[in-house]
C-alpha cells in the first residue's frame, strides 16, 4: 500500500493550494481517508477526514469554511482543497488511511489510520 500526497507549495496569505492523496494498492472509496498536519515545533494535529460510509467530512476548528476534503474514485485519489491560507497553515500535510473503517464517522486522532504517505510542504508567507 502507497499513499502519494503532492501538491504542496509557497503561496500568500489568502492564497489558495489543493493537495492531492493518490492510492496504490488501496481502494480509497473503502477507507476512511483523514489529512493531517505537522508544524515546525508542534505536534501533528488532524485537519479534515473522510468517512467511507455515508460519505461524511469533518474538519478542525481551525480549517472550517476554508478546507474542503473531497473524493475522486475514479481516480482513486482525495484532494484537500486550501482556501484562505494563513502563516499559521504553514505545515507538513499527510494523508492517511484507515481501510474498511466500519466507523460511522471518520475520526482526526492518528491513531484510526493505519496507512500513511509521505507528506508535502505547505507554506504560507508574504
Known amino acids: 500500500v502507497q499513499l502519494q500526497a503532492s501538491g504542496g507549495g509557497f503561496v500568500q496569505p489568502g492564497g489558495s493550494l489543493r493537495l492531492s492523496c493518490a492510492a496504490s494498492?488501496?481502494?480509497?472509496?473503502?477507507?476512511?481517508i483523514g489529512w493531517f498536519r505537522q508544524a515546525p515545533g508542534k505536534e501533528r494535529e488532524g485537519v479534515s477526514c473522510?468517512?467511507?460510509?455515508?460519505?461524511?467530512?469533518v474538519y478542525t476548528d481551525s480549517v472550517k469554511g476554508r478546507f474542503t476534503i473531497s473524493r475522486d474514485n475514479a481516480k482513486n485519489t482525495v484532494y484537500l482543497q486550501m482556501s484562505s491560507l494563513k502563516p499559521e497553515d504553514t505545515a507538513v500535510y499527510y494523508c492517511?488511511?484507515?481501510?474498511?473503517?466500519?466507523?460511522?464517522?471518520?475520526?482526526?486522532?492518528?491513531?484510526?489510520?493505519?496507512?500513511w504517505g509521505q507528506g508535502t510542504l505547505v507554506t504560507v508567507s508574504s
Open positions: 492517511a488511511a484507515d481501510p474498511l473503517s466500519s466507523r460511522p464517522l471518520c475520526g482526526l486522532g492518528d491513531n484510526q489510520y493505519a496507512h
Open positions: 494498492g488501496l481502494f480509497l472509496a473503502s477507507s476512511d
Open positions: 473522510s468517512s467511507r460510509r455515508y460519505g461524511r467530512t
